[in-house]
Nanobody, 121 residues
């Protein structure tokens, strides 16, 4: 059974940094596309970043977040710098065989359980 496990969340002050990890077991990362999504309290899930051949970002995180992958470790990372209170959310990673529409949650068929990120002002 394939699984994704996120880690690295926590509480940080405004302007701080966190690095989230998404580690796959099984054959999950035979799926070429891996994305990060987040859900803030009272809001719908939104796309944050994805990686396939290129990296994709939602506008609010461009220049602050970096997605990368280490295939040898079966892990995808989300480096988050200059964090803001509006980045507070549960962050989920997901994987997909699809290689287009990578910003759309519907293309992802495997999801992690999420990790909480809280940015305090």
């Amino acid at each position: 059974q394939v699984q994704l496990v996120e880690s690295g969340g926590g509480l940080v002050l405004t302007g701080g940094s966190l690095r989230l990890s998404c580690t796959a077991s099984g054959r999950t990362f035979s799926r070429p596309t891996v994305g990060w999504f987040r859900r803030a309290p009272g809001k719908e899930r939104e796309f944050v970043a994805a990686i396939w051949r290129s990296a994709y970002y939602t506008d609010p995180v461009k220049g602050r977040f970096t997605i990368s992958r280490d295939n040898a470790k079966n892990t995808v990372y989300l480096q988050m710098n200059s964090l803001k209170p509006e980045d507070t959310a549960i962050y989920y990673c997901a994987a997909s065989y699809a290689m287009d529409l990578v910003t759309e949650g519907k293309i992802y068929d495997v999801w992690g359980q999420g990790t909480q990120v809280t940015v305090s002002s």
